[in-house]
């Protein structure tokens, strides 16, 4: 019989992912996504700028200027432009990746430069965009207990470093901290896993649902830890990654060694598969 309190503590969370998607600043907000060239970058909503603002912004409101190593906020004069809250025409902005993000802020659009690797981009959101009330609801398999499997997780001696494919289709190489072992099925399974700044342990996985029912280069779980130290792999809080709901987010994927050979028919699913 089923856990009715598991099942309503799983129903909460699930409706608590499909909330999150749509707050303020949040995926479905995202309105644009632009790399840098070398050079002067202006930034408007003339459709002939480099970096294309919502119709609410003047034609040219100002330029980002990349060196190769850092990038630079002039805006024009008269424009009413904020980094991190603060009124300003001229900044060196800090990127997402960095300790203290530069958050610009232009009628009711938020900016933030953001570095991936070698490169530098821009990532623009629109908080007011009908796209955070209408996209469709998050749509899951159905509760399933069996697929909530207790896991072990083991350190390496180091961290290794793997590979992760992105969206671009490039692999960015990061460090892993270590693995965790299962069974399912009548068989063990181990995949990488990361320790996340806030300890939890992150997951990329990939199974053969992602052929028909998931999403296409697989999914993302966050291993259950309880108080007294067990660890869980909950595959009912399998979740897609951004890239599902924007086309402007930067994902990245599982590993191949994170291919699982079972279904697991369990978690989000995608059904939308045209947003």
Same mark, same amino acid.
């Given at each position: 019989?089923?856990?009715?309190?598991?099942?309503?503590?799983?129903?909460?969370?699930r409706k608590e992912r499909d909330e999150s998607i749509r707050k303020e600043n949040s995926w479905l907000a995202l309105a644009?996504?632009?790399?840098?060239?070398?050079?002067?970058?202006?930034?408007?909503?003339?459709?002939?700028?480099? /970096? &294309?603002?919502?119709? $609410?912004?003047?034609?040219?409101?100002?330029?980002?200027?990349?060196?190769?190593?850092?990038?630079?906020?002039?805006?024009?004069?008269?424009q009413k432009i904020a980094v991190n809250d603060k009124p300003t025409d001229f900044a060196v902005l800090q990127p997402d990746i960095s300790g203290n993000p530069s958050y610009i802020k232009i009628e009711g659009?938020?900016?933030?430069? /953001? &570095?991936?690797?070698? $490169?530098?981009?821009?990532?623009?959101?629109?908080n007011l965009s009908e796209k955070r009330a209408s996209f469709p609801a998050r749509t899951w398999y159905d509760i399933n207990e069996a697929f909530r499997f207790p896991a072990t997780f083991t350190t390496y001696d180091r961290p290794k470093m793997a590979y992760f494919p992105d969206l671009t289709g490039e692999k960015a190489e990061f460090p892993v901290e270590g693995y965790v072992t299962f069974e399912a099925n009548g068989s063990a399974h181990q995949l990488d896993i990361n320790r996340e700044d806030d300890g939890t342990l992150f997951l990329r996985f990939w199974d053969p649902t992602?052929?028909?029912?998931?999403?296409?280069?697989?999914?993302?779980?966050?291993?259950?830890?309880?108080?007294d130290g067990k660890i869980f792999l909950d595959f009912n809080k399998a979740y897609n990654?951004?890239?599902?709901?924007?086309?402007?987010?930067?994902?990245?994927?599982?590993?191949?060694q994170n291919h699982l050979h079972f279904p697991v028919t369990a978690g989000e699913t995608y059904l939308h598969k045209k947003h």
């Open positions: 019989m089923a856990d009715k309190n598991y099942q309503q503590a799983i129903q909460n969370w644009g996504l632009y790399w840098l060239k070398l050079g002067k970058n202006q930034f408007g909503s003339d459709p002939k700028n480099e /970096i &294309q603002l919502s119709e $609410r912004a003047a034609a040219l409101v100002g330029t980002l200027e990349y060196n190769g190593r850092s990038v630079t906020l002039c805006a024009n004069a008269g659009i938020q900016m933030i430069v /953001i &570095q991936r690797g070698n $490169r530098m981009g821009v990532r623009i959101w629109d992602s052929k028909d029912d998931t999403y296409p280069t697989g999914r993302y779980l966050v291993a259950d830890v309880e108080s990654p951004p890239c599902a709901f924007t086309d402007f987010a930067t994902c990245v994927f599982a590993p191949e």
